[in-house]
C-alpha cells in the first residue's frame, strides 16, 4: 500500500470530525495531584504537559484527537486515554473512527503548523475554515478503508523489526556478566572522564537552518535548544560572541555525555553527533575506554543521582565536579565494570521491547 498511487482531495475539518470542542482553562496553580493525564500545547510526551486529579470543572476526552491550537501550534495527538484539556488544544472527534485512522489523520492535521506560529493561533473560527489533504475511494469521499489498512502496515512493519531487533540482541548479551553480586566503587569523576568547558556564555543568533546542534542548561529535548551551521559557527562576525578564538574550541566532537552545570543542573545526555554548547554545560569523555550508547544510558542515570546536591543558586561547575565522586560496578580488578553497564542496559532494553511485543500480542504470522 503506497501513498503515491492514490488520488487525494481537500475536505473542510468540519466534514470529517463530527465534534470539535476546544478544552477548559485550568491554572496550573489549580491543579490537584492525581493520575489523569493533562493534555496542553507541548509538541512532547503525546502532549501530556502533566497528571492531574481534577475531574470537576474541567473537560475530559477520550477516543479522539487533541490539537494544540497555541504554543506548538498544530502539534496533533491521538489519545486512546482519558485526557483532561487544557484550553490551549482543541478536540477533534467522529465516533466512527478507530485508533489507526486517527493516526494517519493526526499526520495530515498536524501539516497546519506550516500555516501558524506562537503569534498566529488557531482559534475556534480558523479551525472550522480549515482543510485537510485525504485520499479518496471511488466516491470521491475519504477513503477510511485505505486509511486504517495503511497505518496498520506501518505498524506491523515496525513490529518485525522489533522482533528481529530483539532477536539479535539477544545473541549479543553476555548472561554471565548479569549478577546480583555485583560490588560498587566510588570514583572522582576526573578518573573516569575528561572534563571540558562548554564555550559561549550567550547563546548566539541562528538562522534556523544549520544541522548542528547548541546544547544549553536545559532538562528537555536532550540538551538542545538550537541548530546552527558550521559557517554560523566559524563566522564570529555573524555570531558576534568568541571572537578571534579557534574552531576547535567552540566546537566539540560527538560520542560523549554533556552534563548541566546551571539552570536544570545536573542532567545528563548522551550526544552522538558533533556539536557546539554554552558554558552552562560540560561535556565528558570517557577514559580508557570507547564509549557507546549503553554504557552512556548507565553512567547518565548514576551522574544523574547528584543533582540532589546542586540546585539553579548551587551550580555544578567544573571545579565542583572534579572533585565529585561517581558510583560504578566494578570487576575483580577493581576497576569500572564497563562491560557489565552496556550488558545490563542491553538486557533492559531488551526486556522492554519483549514487553511491547507480548503487549500488542502480535506475532509475523498474525499480521502479515
Given at each position: 500500500?503506497?501513498?503515491?498511487?492514490?488520488?487525494?482531495?481537500?475536505?473542510?475539518?468540519?466534514?470529517?470530525?463530527?465534534?470539535?470542542?476546544?478544552?477548559?482553562?485550568?491554572?496550573?496553580?489549580?491543579?490537584?495531584?492525581?493520575?489523569?493525564?493533562?493534555?496542553?500545547?507541548?509538541?512532547?510526551?503525546?502532549?501530556?504537559?502533566?497528571?492531574?486529579?481534577?475531574?470537576?470543572?474541567?473537560?475530559?476526552?477520550?477516543?479522539?484527537?487533541?490539537?494544540?491550537?497555541?504554543?506548538?501550534?498544530?502539534?496533533?495527538?491521538?489519545?486512546?486515554?482519558?485526557?483532561?484539556?487544557?484550553?490551549?488544544?482543541?478536540?477533534?472527534?467522529n465516533a466512527n473512527f478507530n485508533k489507526y485512522i486517527y493516526?494517519?489523520?493526526a499526520t495530515m492535521v498536524t501539516r497546519l503548523n506550516e500555516?501558524?506560529?506562537?503569534?498566529?493561533?488557531?482559534?475556534?473560527?480558523?479551525?472550522?475554515?480549515?482543510?485537510?489533504?485525504?485520499?479518496?475511494?471511488?466516491?470521491?469521499?475519504?477513503?477510511?478503508?485505505?486509511?486504517?489498512?495503511?497505518?496498520?502496515?506501518?505498524?506491523?512493519?515496525?513490529?518485525?523489526?522489533?522482533?528481529?531487533?530483539?532477536?539479535?540482541?539477544?545473541?549479543?548479551?553476555?548472561?554471565?556478566?548479569?549478577?546480583?553480586?555485583?560490588?560498587?566503587?566510588?570514583?572522582?569523576?576526573?578518573?573516569?572522564?575528561?572534563?571540558?568547558?562548554?564555550?559561549?556564555?550567550?547563546?548566539?543568533?541562528?538562522?534556523?537552518?544549520?544541522?548542528?546542534?547548541?546544547?544549553?542548561?536545559?532538562?528537555?529535548?536532550?540538551?538542545?535548544?538550537?541548530?546552527?551551521?558550521?559557517?554560523?559557527?566559524?563566522?564570529?562576525?555573524?555570531?558576534?560572541?568568541?571572537?578571534?578564538?579557534?574552531?576547535?574550541?567552540?566546537?566539540?566532537?560527538?560520542?560523549?555525555?554533556?552534563?548541566?552545570?546551571?539552570?536544570?543542573?545536573?542532567?545528563?545526555?548522551?550526544?552522538?553527533?558533533?556539536?557546539?554548547?554554552?558554558?552552562?554545560?560540560?561535556?565528558?569523555?570517557?577514559?580508557?575506554?570507547?564509549?557507546?550508547?549503553?554504557?552512556?544510558?548507565?553512567?547518565?542515570?548514576?551522574?544523574?543521582?547528584?543533582?540532589?546536591?546542586?540546585?539553579?543558586?548551587?551550580?555544578?561547575?567544573?571545579?565542583?565536579?572534579?572533585?565529585?565522586?561517581?558510583?560504578?560496578?566494578?570487576?575483580?580488578?577493581?576497576?569500572?565494570?564497563?562491560?557489565?553497564?552496556?550488558?545490563?542496559?542491553?538486557?533492559?532494553?531488551?526486556?522492554?521491547?519483549?514487553?511491547?511485543?507480548?503487549?500488542?500480542?502480535?506475532?509475523?504470522?498474525?499480521?502479515?
Amino acid at each position: 500500500m503506497e501513498l503515491t498511487n492514490r488520488e487525494w482531495k481537500e475536505f473542510s475539518i468540519v466534514e470529517i470530525f463530527d465534534s470539535i470542542q476546544r478544552g477548559k482553562r485550568l491554572k496550573k496553580n489549580d491543579h490537584i495531584g492525581g493520575n489523569i493525564p493533562y493534555t496542553s500545547s507541548t509538541a512532547l510526551n503525546n502532549g501530556i504537559d502533566a497528571f492531574i486529579g481534577n475531574d470537576k470543572n474541567v473537560r475530559i476526552f477520550k477516543n479522539c484527537l487533541t490539537l494544540a491550537n497555541s504554543g506548538s501550534v498544530g502539534s496533533t495527538f491521538f489519545q486512546p486515554f482519558n485526557v483532561v484539556a487544557s484550553d490551549h488544544v482543541t478536540m477533534l472527534d467522529n465516533a466512527n473512527f478507530n485508533k489507526y485512522i486517527y493516526l494517519f489523520l493526526a499526520t495530515m492535521v498536524t501539516r497546519l503548523n506550516e500555516k501558524y506560529s506562537f503569534n498566529r493561533e488557531i482559534n475556534d473560527t480558523r479551525i472550522k475554515k480549515e482543510k485537510i489533504l485525504l485520499p479518496i475511494n471511488s466516491d470521491r469521499k475519504p477513503d477510511y478503508v485505505f486509511m486504517e489498512n495503511f497505518m496498520k502496515q506501518k505498524e506491523n512493519e515496525f513490529l518485525e523489526k522489533y522482533k528481529k531487533y530483539v532477536t539479535g540482541k539477544e545473541s549479543e548479551i553476555k548472561q554471565d556478566f548479569l549478577t546480583d553480586n555485583i560490588e560498587w566503587k566510588e570514583f572522582l569523576f576526573p578518573d573516569i572522564f575528561e572534563i571540558k568547558n562548554g564555550f559561549y556564555n550567550k547563546k548566539p543568533t541562528s538562522s534556523g537552518n544549520g544541522k548542528i546542534p547548541f546544547l544549553g542548561a536545559t532538562a528537555n529535548k536532550n540538551g538542545v535548544t538550537e541548530y546552527y551551521t558550521l559557517s554560523e559557527i566559524e563566522d564570529n562576525s555573524k555570531i558576534g560572541f568568541g571572537k578571534n578564538e579557534p574552531l576547535s574550541k567552540k566546537l566539540f566532537k560527538g560520542n560523549c555525555i554533556v552534563v548541566t552545570n546551571n539552570g536544570s543542573v545536573g542532567y545528563a545526555y548522551y550526544q552522538v553527533s558533533e556539536f557546539t554548547c554554552s558554558h552552562d554545560v560540560n561535556p565528558l569523555y570517557l577514559k580508557n575506554e570507547n564509549l557507546n550508547p549503553y554504557i552512556a544510558k548507565f553512567l547518565i542515570t548514576t551522574i544523574e543521582q547528584q543533582r540532589v546536591c546542586f540546585e539553579y543558586a548551587r551550580k555544578w561547575r567544573p571545579m565542583r565536579m572534579k572533585k565529585s565522586k561517581i558510583l560504578l560496578p566494578v570487576n575483580s580488578e577493581n576497576k569500572p565494570d564497563f562491560q557489565y553497564m552496556e550488558n545490563y542496559i542491553k538486557t533492559l532494553e531488551n526486556e522492554k521491547l519483549k514487553r511491547y511485543l507480548d503487549y500488542k500480542k502480535l506475532n509475523i504470522s498474525e499480521y502479515k
